[in-house]
């Protein structure tokens, strides 16, 4: 049965950070792209960062770049996005997701290439 697991999320005021962690289990993480996608009240699910397979490329929504870090721990089966300078726009609900490809060199993803999606861990940016 595969399982993604969120965790980190919370309450935090503008200007701090979070550690999002999302555990993975049920198919063969380390030859899978995975990313993080998230959700504002409101709005549709959209892409924050994605990480290759191998973990050697990375790519961030222009709206998180330079502030949001992804990686992976494939020993693990662990996919991290860790969270600094957090602003209010950044409330929503995050979800990691895995690519449909395996071995897929890439790291920017559309929902429709996931395949598995987790449930998702809520972030609080309070001003």
């Known amino acids: 049965q595969v399982q993604l697991e969120e965790s980190g999320g919370g309450l935090v005021q503008a200007g701090g950070s979070l550690r999002l962690s999302c555990a993975a289990s049920?198919?063969?993480?380390?030859?899978?792209?995975m990313g993080w996608f998230r959700q504002a009240p409101g709005k549709e699910r959209e892409f924050v960062a994605g990480?290759?397979?191998?973990?050697?490329?990375?790519s961030y929504a222009d709206s998180v770049k330079g502030r949001f870090t992804i990686s992976r721990d494939n020993s693990k089966s662990t996919v991290y996005l860790q969270l600094n300078s957090l602003k209010p726009e950044d409330t929503a609900v995050y979800y990691c997701?895995?690519?449909?490809?395996?071995?897929?060199?890439?790291?920017?993803?559309?929902?429709?290439?996931?395949?598995?999606w987790g449930k998702g861990t809520l972030v609080t940016v309070s001003s």
């Open positions: 997701g895995a690519h449909r490809q395996r071995f897929y060199g890439g790291s920017l993803f559309g929902q429709d290439g996931m395949q598995y």
């Open positions: 049920g198919f063969n993480f380390k030859i899978y792209p």
């Open positions: 990480i290759s397979w191998n973990g050697g490329s990375t």
